[in-house]
């Protein structure tokens, strides 16, 4: 759950604390984020309250994770999201972004490589139709947060380094 929870807090987190940097005080103005930041919030929103509510699903109907699942799970998590999130921060301060990109790539292929194992090994056959679309949800969200904040790195000019 705390995995879950990180990329929105830290995300949060890095924003306050780069609006302190003149290159980014635009940060203190709503008005003047770029589409991007708008939609990663709102994909990012949408991708936590699905993990919460896959989270609360398993409590209350008491599906249990085993070790195997849980352990890929936080191996797509720590092993795969954390590195991406890291590499996206890491582009999104950076004066030469596109540096990134390739090792960016990569990791998000690894990623991709850990999420679907945990999917179609763990998931395929156990979950019912709202559990597998409180995932879809999870991965959309995270999908679609993930792209705009490429376009912000790696496309749009003059918001960054």
């Known amino acids: ?51 919460i509510s896959d989270w609360r699903y398993h409590r209350t109907a008491g599906v249990r994770v085993g070790p195997n699942e849980h352990r890929a799970e936080l191996l797509a998590l720590a092993g ?36 679907c194992y945990d999917e179609f090994v763990f998931h395929r056959r156990r979950c019912g139709r709202f559990e597998s679309l409180l995932h879809r949800t999870l991965l959309a969200g995270h999908a679609t947060a993930f792209l705009a904040w490429a376009h912000f790195c790696f496309v749009r000019e003059g918001f960054h380094g």
Not at 85 to 106: D, E, I, K, Q, T
């Open 1 to 51: 759950m705390l995995a879950s929870l990180a990329p929105g807090v830290l995300f949060g987190t890095a924003l306050v604390l780069l609006s302190r940097d003149p290159r980014f005080s635009w940060l203190t103005e709503p008005g003047r984020y770029p589409w991007e930041l708008w939609v990663v919030a709102l994909a990012g929103t949408t991708a936590t309250l699905a993990g």
């Open 80 to 115: 795969g999201g954390l590195p991406l999130f890291l590499l996206m921060g890491a582009a999104s301060v950076s004066s030469r972004p596109r540096v990134f990109l390739l090792p960016v790539l990569v990791v998000l292929m690894g990623t991709i490589v850990l999420i």
